[in-house]
């Protein structure tokens, strides 16, 4: 760049000759310098300014592009995350004690149809109606030519199915996937896991929701996707839940009984060995629910929870127990057990007279409800109510099932004397019996309240004393004699020293009153009595053995050989040793004989 | 000169890394795509082992395995376990002494010979 010199020697010369300041023309020149200088330091600044303007725009259109980019982009799994890979299925699988599965998922394939993409709709119809029997013809035409857009018309269908259905060949047959809860045992321990349906659905996927039973019960923790690899475990066994199953439902038929039951429970956790329910269901195929009759009648009920039933002499363990406890009498204490027993305008009579008195320990073997209601007098009404409360015969049974619920005992409005008599030996209040096996295992525990539980857990353990040690190792001694020399005679398993009491309780009338040809049959049982592990229960709905000259239905007849059986069958697989010399060698087969 | 220099080094620099950071990219789209199919096999592993275990639950429900041991009596025997079926165990035999050994074998085949 020319400099233009600040005061040229021509122009000043020139200037002096005029006689000017030539001083004028320095400022003049300077002006002129400093306006070029400002022009081009604002040429410059608005330069700059217009780059960055640039940038801040290249900034904003990236941002809102990649906005828009995202705003218009599918959604997609993250491609680098692992933790995706973890979620198995949207349920967990229900294992039981030595994780056999008893629940888990199969994925299939739900069929929908949408008519407008439907090219001839007679004939899909008539091959839908070939493959699935169940469907009828008239309606998928009415639903395929109506002006329905969409319409589900299978909610699971087999691979074979969907082969099926794809060689049709019709285009606005759709498949989605589905994920189905799978119950491989079939009717096995039905009544615990319930079932499970769709809940809300879509073409992608559908909810898997638990309808009843543990699933239900459990249906959150189930379907939370942070524990989805875990199974959850229950404390039933297959085996010995199979095994007890078969031998009652051989037992329900041998005493023509209509519904039985069998509560299979450790006593020192409280944890559910096996417990069932019959008439039973498949719960991959569950029932509805009845619409007629009685709720009882259907399969879907669990006796063995729902079912709140008087339960007859089976109490009176609990009112001796209890009077041992409080110092009112000792096992060898005479009962007055004259009968009838007339209070008021009551009459409680023995089911044969037993003379004018009986041992405490005779009225158990004997089962003397005079003698019981005798003692309960001396425990009086609030003392024993605050006992059962203690046992747990007044809240509904904490069991992990969602019929539990439904399992609140029936207790007198009343709690009047006459009632603290009948209740001492079972009459007057209902439970289920899983309250009974709990309050069982209580004493055969040695004393130690027990909480029924179906979650096998390491941390399950008795709660707070109940009973003394002492008392309960009485009550084991009384119970084993009435197998040995009392009503439960038939109950002996040899080598199992099996203690119990049996209940016989007359159904009441829906009208009032009790029937007198229907009962209810239960034996509960302890074994081994000596170091009780196990309590099992067993009812029967009406049982009625014939094999005699005259109808028999006292639980010593009919509940207790189906518990021994069941003990016989069950106590091998539950790994306890009999007490008994073993049969001769030859009996030992090696199995790969 | 040391202006110069320092330009065409950074220019380089600059070509050098947009270089390696293209590379990188592709890498990483690579390794990308290629644990997206191990997690897609994963994911088909995962289910195939569902589908056995719950086809080995199926086939081992009790009520098969019962109508299968009534099927085989003939050549099993196999009966609900009893209590009785209990041993002791002084009662379980010795192992047999193990067989000696054969030193002078006879051919009672020709046929390895042949080989």
Not at chain 1, 159 to 169: F, K, L, N, R
């Amino acid at each position: 760049m020319t400099r233009i010199p600040l005061r040229p020697l021509a122009r000043i010369l020139e200037a002096r000759s005029r006689g000017e300041n030539p001083d004028a023309i320095e400022r003049e020149n300077i002006r002129l310098r400093q306006e070029k200088m400002r022009d081009r330091a604002r040429r410059r600044a608005e330069g700059r300014l217009l780059v960055l303007a640039g940038m801040f725009l290249c900034a904003f259109v990236l941002v809102g592009g990649r906005m828009a980019l995202l705003a218009q982009s599918e959604p997609g799994e993250p491609r680098t995350s692992v933790a995706g890979a973890d979620i198995l299925a949207q349920r967990a699988d229900i294992t039981d004690r030595e994780g056999r599965i008893l629940a888990t998922n199969f994925d299939t394939h739900s069929l929908y149809a949408q008519p407008e993409d439907m090219v001839d709709p007679g004939h899909a119809a008539d091959k839908l109606v070939e493959i699935f029997p169940d469907l009828d013809r008239a309606r998928l035409i009415r639903d395929f030519t109506g002006d329905r857009k969409f319409l589900w018309i299978k909610k699971t269908i087999s691979p074979e199915q969907q082969q099926a259905v794809h060689d049709i060949g019709e285009p606005g047959l759709l498949f989605g996937p589905r994920e189905m809860r799978l119950y491989p045992n079939g009717r096995l321990a039905a009544h615990v896991l319930g079932g499970a349906s769709f809940g809300r659905e879509g073409v992608h996927a559908a909810e898997v929701v638990g309808v009843a039973g543990v699933e239900k019960y459990l249906d959150e923790a189930l379907r939370d996707p942070a524990r989805a690899e875990r199974s959850l475990t229950l404390s039933l066994d297959l085996s010995v839940q199979a095994a007890m199953e078969q031998v009652l439902q051989g037992g329900m038929r041998i005493m023509n009984a209509k519904g039985a039951s069998g509560i299979l429970m450790e006593v020192d956790t409280g944890e559910v060995v096996a417990v069932a329910s019959l008439p039973d269901f498949d719960p991959n195929d569950r029932p509805a629910l009845p619409t007629s009759g009685h709720q009882d009648d259907s399969p879907l009920f669990n006796r063995a929870v729902q079912g709140v039933y008087e339960l007859g002499s089976v109490f009176k363990v609990f009112t001796i127990a209890q009077a041992l406890e409080l110092g009112l009498v000792t096992p060898d204490t005479m009962i007055n057990t004259e009968s009838p027993l007339t209070w008021g305008r009551f009459r409680i009579r023995d089911f044969r007279n037993y003379g004018a008195e009986l041992s405490v320990e005779k009225v158990i073997v004997k089962s003397s409800n005079v003698g019981t209601a005798r003692i309960a007098m001396d425990i009086g009404a609030a003392r024993q109510r605050a006992f059962l409360d203690k046992l747990g015969f007044m809240d509904a049974s904490p069991l992990e099932i969602t019929e539990a619920s439904g399992s609140t005992p029936l207790l007198p409005k009343n709690w009047s004397e006459i009632s603290t008599m009948t209740i001492s030996y079972g009459h007057g209040l209902s439970t289920s019996p899983m309250h009974l096996a709990a309050a069982y295992a209580t004493i055969a525990n040695g004393g130690r309240r027990i909480v029924p539980t179906l979650l096998r857990d390491d941390a399950n353990a008795p709660g707070e004393r109940v009973v003394s040690e002492a008392t309960a190792r009485a009550m084991r001694k009384m119970m084993r004699n009435v197998v040995t020399e009392g009503t439960a005679s038939l109950g002996e398993v040899e080598g199992y020293a099996v203690g119990g009491k049996t209940g016989t309780a007359d159904k009441p009338k829906p009208t009032g009153g009790y029937y007198d040809d229907k009962v209810i049959a239960t034996f509960a049982s302890v074994f081994p009595s000596d170091d009780p592990e196990y309590v099992l229960v067993v009812t029967l709905d009406e049982p009625v053995e014939r094999s005699g000259s005259e109808p028999r239905r006292t639980a010593g007849w009919t509940a207790v050989p189906v518990a021994s059986e069941v003990i016989r069958r069950v106590a091998p697989l539950l790994g306890l040793r009999p007490e008994i010399e073993p049969v001769d060698l030859a009996a030992i087969k090696r199995a790969s004989d | 000169m040391m202006r110069s220099l320092l330009y065409v080094l950074t220019s380089l620099a600059v070509i050098g890394l947009a270089f390696w950071a293209y590379r990188e990219n592709y890498r990483t789209q690579e390794a990308q795509a290629r644990a997206q199919n191990l997690q897609q096999a994963i994911v088909e592993a995962r289910r195939n082992l569902r589908v056995l275990k719950a086809e080995w639950a199926y086939l081992n429900r009790p009520d098969r395995l019962v109508d299968l041991v009534e099927l085989n009596y003939d050549r099993l025997e196999l009966m609900p376990m009893q209590p009785d079926q209990f041993g002791r165990i002084d009662q379980v035999a010795f192992p047999a002494p193990p067989a000696l050994p054969i030193t002078n074998p006879v051919d009672v085949s020709s046929m390895e010979r042949e080989q």
